[in-house]
């Protein structure tokens, strides 16, 4: 079975599986990744099952085609993995011809995170763009999954906006203008939910990517306060303090699910009557 290798330095463990029927497409995804990425590399969903089967917490992404070397569609494997490993980003790798439609609608609906077009965005920053972008949705997905309980409906679409476009959600009037509405109208909103102040959602749900990032991506905090359009890397090192009392490196292992646990404390504490409410139902 194919296997690029290469040795990640101590504290970088990540593994990506790709499958793909053709080496040069292989080598292009494997190119768009971080040198220090372990790469498998498998043509079936046979050993893409095997593969998945024997992968530990080091796995933080799957790239597939829609269908294997053997015509099998891959759907079906990406919607038990979603199902069974929801902290894995999955990416689907697909022609942008007609022809291939029903197959990308399949993907979509099994639950990938992003899509590579072949020939069209596989290659250069592009590519590293889509993938990285991969990682943000996996976590927005399961941060998305684990506040939802405590989010009253009005407020949904203001975290999740946050939480699937973290780059673009930095101020409120910002966030305001892409929901469609006015900036006072998200703090009424917020007042009337007896909720903390849309500065301060915005700031907790952005986090969450962040903590994401540093656990899935081995990413330097440089680079990830560029890519979330923090003004530098001390301006996130400080807020990620000032909310949720971490440094970086405290969130390098299990990063998502600690921020997540304060920031599920932190609205249970200022919210006692919602809580009330929740828990009484």
Not at 11 to 30: K, M, P, Y
């Amino acid at each position: 079975m194919p296997l690029h290798r290469v040795t990640p330095p101590p504290g970088d463990d990540r593994e990506v599986i790709v499958c793909v029927t053709d080496r040069s497409q292989f080598a292009r995804i494997r190119d768009g990744l971080p040198p220090s990425t372990v790469v498998r590399w498998c043509q079936t969903t046979a050993q893409l099952t095997r593969m998945l089967a024997t992968a530990g917490r080091r796995l933080r992404m799957v790239v597939v085609e829609p269908r294997d070397q053997e015509g099998i569609p891959t759907a079906p494997v990406v919607r038990e993995t979603r199902r069974r490993r929801p902290e894995v980003a999955i990416v689907g790798y697909c022609r942008a011809g007609h022809e291939d439609s029903r197959d990308i609608i399949d993907l979509a609906a099994a639950g990938i995170h992003e899509l590579v077009f072949r020939d069209t965005t596989d290659s250069g920053l592009v590519l590293r763009h889509t993938l990285e972008h991969a990682a943000q949705s996996c976590g927005a997905a399961q941060a998305l999954e684990r506040l939802q309980p405590l989010i009253p409906a009005e407020l949904r679409p203001l975290i999740e906006y946050c939480l699937y476009f973290p780059h673009l959600a930095t101020s409120v009037p910002r966030v305001a203008a892409a929901l469609g509405v006015h900036r006072k109208t998200l703090v009424n909103l917020c007042r009337r939910a007896g909720f903390p102040t849309p500065s301060v959602l915005i700031a907790w749900s952005r986090l969450s990517i962040v903590a994401h990032l540093l656990e899935t991506q081995g990413g330097v905090v440089e680079r990830i306060a560029m890519s979330l359009e923090y003004p530098s890397a001390t301006a996130l090192r400080n807020t990620l303090r000032r909310y949720a009392g971490y440094r970086p490196a405290e969130l390098r292992d299990d990063g998502l699910a600690q921020l997540l646990d304060g920031f599920a404390a932190f609205l249970l504490a200022a919210t006692p009557q919602v809580a009330g409410s929740r828990r009484a139902g």
